[in-house]
């Protein structure tokens, strides 16, 4: 029985994806240049984890970015939003077979902190943000501001929740097809 009890508070911390924000409003407002753009919208195209989009997977780990900092009571949401729904706008589908065996996992915070600045002029910050959203594996670049561990946090218990609560067959959980070139997009 405590075995299932430990089970089952592990699922709730898990599922704190399903949360509500106090201040949904501020989250939209702050959102919305990025969330809305077509720019942006091209990462509904390429698959993150199990059946979940790049484009879901961002929103959810900015969400949950911003419910923390509203919890620590952190002054700069605005950077912390940006960031968090860029931190994976590499741009390309990682799952096909000459990437899964690259260095996308350590190279893709560059690429999208590269391609954020490119297509919504980030600032200096928000670069850093997303390119150290992927400590300890990229364990040279570690955080820079307390709004970079938030987004990194939110990214793991994200992508956790997607590994284990999202997949799909590997038949049905196809990505769908591309309308970007990749190479456009990487520098
Ligand atoms: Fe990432
Ligand atoms: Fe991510």
Redesign the pocket.
């Known amino acids: 029985m405590a075995r299932v009890s430990t089970t089952n508070e592990l699922v709730s911390l898990i599922k704190l994806t399903d949360f509500s924000m106090r201040n949904t409003n501020l989250f939209e407002h702050l959102a919305e240049s990025v969330r809305d753009s077509e720019k942006f919208a091209e990462c509904k195209q390429f698959i ?1 984890h199990g059946s979940v989009s790049v484009y879901e ?2 929103v959810a ?1 900015a969400r949950m970015s911003f419910a923390f900092a509203e919890t620590f009571k952190f002054s700069d949401k605005q950077s912390l939003v940006r960031a968090a729904l860029l ?2 706008f590499f741009l390309y589908d990682w799952h096909v077979p000459e990437r899964m065996w690259s260095l996308h996992g350590w190279t893709h915070p560059v690429t999208a902190a590269n391609n954020a600045r490119r297509y919504f002029n980030v600032t200096d910050k928000e670069w850093s943000l997303i390119r150290t ?1 992927m400590w300890p594996y990229t364990l040279l670049h570690p955080p820079k501001y307390r709004e970079g561990w938030i987004i990194c946090l939110a ?1 793991k218990i ?2 956790l929740e997607e590994t284990l609560f999202r997949r799909c067959p590997r038949s049905t959980c196809l990505p769908p097809p591309r309308l970007g070139a990749i190479s456009e997009n990487r520098r």
């Open positions: 993150q997977h961002s780990v931190h994976d959203h990214d994200v992508s």
